[in-house]
C-alpha cells in the first residue's frame, strides 16, 4: 500500500512563493503519471498539475499556468510543485496522487495560504 506525505505548506503573501513536496513511502510510484490536485474551503478537490512517469510531459490546470511547476524525482520517490506568483485563490489544501488518483492513497494534505 502506498502511502503519500505531504509538505512544505504555510502562509505567504500574495506575490509570494512556496514549493510542495510528495513523498511516497510503503512502495514505489511505479511507472504512473503523478499528480498535484488542491481543495479549497466549500469546494470540491480540483486538478492542478499532471507529470508523466518520465517527468517529460507535464499538464496545468490554465489558473496555475506559467506560475506552478511540477517535478519528479523517481530515484527519491518524490513529486514537487514549486509555486512562484501566488494569489489569494490559490488558498486550498494541496494533495498529491496518481494522475488518475486512486481513492485509498488520499493522504492528509498540506495547506497553503495566500494572504492578500
Known amino acids: 500500500q502506498v502511502q503519500l506525505v505531504e509538505s512544505g505548506g504555510g502562509l505567504v503573501q500574495a506575490g509570494g512563493s512556496l514549493r510542495l513536496s510528495c513523498a511516497a513511502s510503503?512502495?514505489?510510484?511505479?511507472?504512473?503519471?503523478m499528480g498535484w490536485f488542491r481543495q479549497a474551503p466549500g469546494k470540491e478537490r480540483e486538478f492542478v498539475a499532471r507529470?508523466?512517469?518520465?517527468?517529460?510531459?507535464?499538464v496545468y490546470a490554465d489558473s496555475v499556468k506559467g506560475r506552478f511547476t511540477i517535478s519528479r524525482d523517481n530515484a527519491k520517490n518524490t513529486v514537487s510543485l514549486q509555486m512562484t506568483s501566488l494569489k489569494p485563490e490559490d488558498t486550498a489544501v494541496y494533495f498529491c496522487?496518481?494522475?488518475?488518483?486512486?481513492?485509498?492513497?488520499w493522504g492528509q494534505g498540506t495547506q497553503v495560504t495566500v494572504s492578500s
Open positions: 510503503g512502495r514505489t510510484f511505479g511507472r504512473k503519471a
Open positions: 496522487n496518481t494522475n488518475p488518483p486512486v481513492h485509498d492513497y
Open positions: 507529470i508523466s512517469w518520465s517527468g517529460a510531459i507535464t
